[in-house]
């Protein structure tokens, strides 16, 4: 190649221009600043002849200030792996990145801070696919990928925030090639920290993860042989997202649903061999997916989102128990589970979180076994109501709610009641009738428990 050879990439020219016979520099037309590796071309197999001539790339500028991988020489190869397809799907509290490669790779990770980021060491990789496909997105604000030296080559995932990865892995495809999977999640500060503290900067024989212990000497909490039966207790809407407001007394959802959650919490945890945990324990705002994500964190093996909600007609009262379905049991199921998923967009979030892959990365719908141990335990909650306390006609109902979309923990969204009804706002501001509810919840998670360890679902 002679000269600047020009490419169109997206609504960039980017320009090849040649440093070396073995060295390539990628630029923006626009800027001349060193930017993220691209190729557009005519096909993708064109585009792979191209860069598998190519020895190296440099392109990742002051981003990539951080420790080279070790031994990079001794991996060094004439026919560098092609990474030739990427995608990434998520939002502010999870996002999984997905890149195919025409070989299977080996690979490492380290964890950066300041900012908060997370480093891929790869052996000599081309990357093939165009730089749209892996736009930074959810908890990364700037994704960066290229060689490092003959042999290796380096992706650096920039977060939004404090940031893990609870699954790092390479994949076989049905078809030819491998796929390497990257699952973060948000975390504290202080776990971040940690990490960094605890890692070393050293390659291994086989720099494949299989394992989150193996890879940041913590163990994520194992909810199905802990011993202990854990509930995630989900007080709705918070923060800036008041929720419904009562007809007379003009109380905000959002303390409703924390007082009871508190009450409810308390008596779950003075049951043997059960643990409870909130979502949120004061008047904090939380997006639906934060939740699901907390609720997986804590090992949960029950979820239960709280609310308490308003309707144009105002006879209507009593409790309802909500399942997950992406067909909605009734006009007034869909209609509720419509407002609900607006919490996110009040406060400022999208819930378009990606592109339309993402139905099938991060909010697929329950498993079928999650689903039916859903069901159950939204009948043993039905149950335990009934002739206890008011009830709507139909009590049990599902729909679409974004907030049980966890696929491996049965979920059920509980109304209370409604705060456009006058005597269902005095209930729900009532300490004894709270009491009271909340007891009859208890017997129906017991309940639903020892059903559960039995094998009964």
Avoid: C
Wanted: charged share 25%.
């Amino acid at each position: 190649m002679h000269g600047d050879a020009p490419v169109l990439a997206g609504d960039r020219q980017l320009v090849y221009k040649a440093n070396h016979a073995s060295n390539l520099t990628l630029r923006s037309g626009q800027d001349g600043m060193v930017r993220k590796n691209a190729y557009a071309g005519q096909g993708l197999m064109s585009a792979a002849r191209v860069l598998r001539a190519v020895s190296s790339v440099i392109l990742l500028g002051l981003a990539l200030a951080v420790p080279g991988p070790l031994g990079a020489s001794e991996t060094a190869t004439d026919d560098p792996l092609l990474a030739f397809s990427a995608r990434i799907a998520g939002d502010d509290a999870r996002t999984r990145v997905v890149v195919d490669f025409d070989g299977e790779p080996q690979f490492s990770v380290h964890y950066v801070a300041a900012p908060e980021r997370i480093i891929i060491d790869l052996p000599a990789t081309a990357f093939g696919f165009p730089a749209h496909d892996l736009a930074a997105r959810g908890l990364f604000k700037d994704i960066r990928y290229g060689a490092m030296g003959e042999g290796s080559a380096r992706m650096v995932l920039t977060a939004i925030r404090p940031v893990k990865l609870v699954l790092a892995e390479v994949q076989k495809n049905e078809g030819q090639g491998y796929r390497l999977v990257l699952d973060a999640e948000m975390t504290t500060k202080e776990d971040f920290a940690e990490r960094v503290k605890a890692q070393t900067w050293v390659q291994s024989a086989a720099l494949g993860v299989k394992s989150m212990q193996d890879m940041t000497g913590t163990a994520t909490v194992d909810a199905a042989n802990d011993g202990i039966f854990t509930i995630a207790v989900d007080a709705g809407h918070g923060g800036i997202d008041a929720g419904a407001a009562g007809l007379r007394t003009k109380t905000p959802e959002k303390d409703i649903t924390l007082a009871f959650a508190k009450v409810l919490a308390d008596k779950l945890n003075a049951q043997s061999g059960v643990k409870a945990f909130l979502t949120r324990r004061n008047d904090t705002f939380l997006s639906l997916s934060e939740r699901v994500t907390l609720a997986r964190q804590g090992g949960a093996d029950l979820f239960i989102s709280l609310h308490a909600d308003t309707l144009g007609q105002k006879n209507i009262r009593g409790a309802t128990v909500y399942t997950l379905s992406d067909t909605a049991s009734d006009r007034m199921a869909a209609a509720l589970a419509a407002r609900e998923n607006l919490s996110d967009e009040l406060a400022g979030y999208s819930i378009d979180s990606g592109p339309p892959e993402v139905a099938d990365i991060l909010l697929d719908l329950a498993r079928r076994e999650t689903q039916a141990f859903s069901i159950s335990l939204a009948r043993r909650v039905v149950g335990s109501f009934d002739g206890q306390i008011g009830l709507i006609n139909n009590p049990h109902r599902a729909a679409g709610f974004q907030v049980l979309r966890a696929p491996d923990i049965p979920s059920i969204l509980l109304e209370l009641g409604f705060l456009s009804n006058e005597e269902d706002e005095k209930l729900l501001l009532d300490e004894a009738w709270r009491d009271k509810v909340a007891t009859l919840l208890v017997d129906a998670v017991i309940r639903y428990r020892a059903q559960s360890v039995a094998g009964g679902g």
